[in-house]
């Protein structure tokens, strides 16, 4: 064959393979397809003017994303569609990450699920529980049992849903430090351990237990233990200017049922990027993106380990996943809902994230509702996810 020939056909053989490998390349970063069925589910809500739009992304445990539906608008007034740039308010799912740090911690030996919570706040010994309650008196007795860091994060400590002080100042304006003294002020609505009664103040008091055990502010060991390690870049108490500017607003149907009407943020204080006058509302005052709830999802799912890196031993995972409100059988663990054989949690304005441990899906689903609606369509969303995941994967 002329030298110069084969020369030729060499090349070309090269250039051959690399397109093939750049045209796999392509092909394995194709952005994935949304679930026909996750849209027929969902586009009553949108039609209705229940939700604005959401974010839908079902996942398995290795990171691969079977479905992404992202649809309808994260402003309506301009009609700027929904994407994953935007930031969301995640609400209670902020719980997660205090159960997770007191794990962090319980896993180094520096703290134990049934520490009376007295052990690392003294004050906290002036706690007494309402026996009889009318609109002429209130008679007190003094706790049987000590509050422990489990009836904290399992909603069992009879402690009211936000203490006293937030309510007169605002759930993020005072200290962790403080907030949790000020829970004396309130008594304790029954015996710990007796109910479950779903609320922010207890979690708030365990996140402050993480600054007093770590040594350092509760947001700074989110960061270093969790955010940055995770690459959760966007996840934050104080979401800057530009990340405010990308914020998916909220809505709901208008009383005309024809149209939407915008909600806002109450829970929180403005501006929320002011870190001077804005202290972290543990329970419930975290902002985030699909992608660092994404992060976060496939940490949980693969038994608290990712990318080579272990946050949570594989025993404290099996107390994150088991029911802990004692007597009441709520299905409720140490700061994680369990529905359906999932835990993780939801926010209040219907962001959640779902993880099966047994099948590895992962589930999130983004959005910001203000009407009551989002729990029918998280709920509806989930029972799609698990649907199609389960057809995918066979």
Sequence with gaps: MNPFLRHSM??????????AFSSAGIAADREPSPSPDVTAALQPFLESYKLAGFIGIISDRDGKVLYKNVEGYADVETKKPISEDNVFWIASMSKMFVGASIMMLADEGKVSFDDPVTKFIPQLKKWMVITENDANHELLEPVKNPVTIRHLLSHTSG?????ELQHET??????????????????LQWQPGEKYQYGNQGMNIAARVVEIVSGMPYEDFLQKR???????????FWPSEAQIARLAHAYGPNKEKNGYARGDI??????????VHRFPEAAGGLFSTTHDIFRYGQMLANNGELDGKRYLSPAAMDELRKEQTGKTHINYSLGYHLRNGMFGHDGAYGTDLSVNPKTGMIAIFMVQCTSGDQWAARDLFLQTATHVFQKATE
């Design 10 to 19: 060499l090349i070309l053989s090269f250039i051959a393979v690399a397109f």
């Design 170 to 187: 605002g759930a993020d304006s005072t200290p962790l430090k403080d907030r949790a003294l000020a829970s004396v002020t309130g008594p």
């Design 266 to 275: 109450y829970f929180l204080t403005k501006p929320y990027s002011d870190r």
């Design 159 to 163: 402690l009211t849903g936000m203490s």
């Design 226 to 236: 969790f955010f940055d390690p995770l690459g959760m870049a966007e996840t934050t």
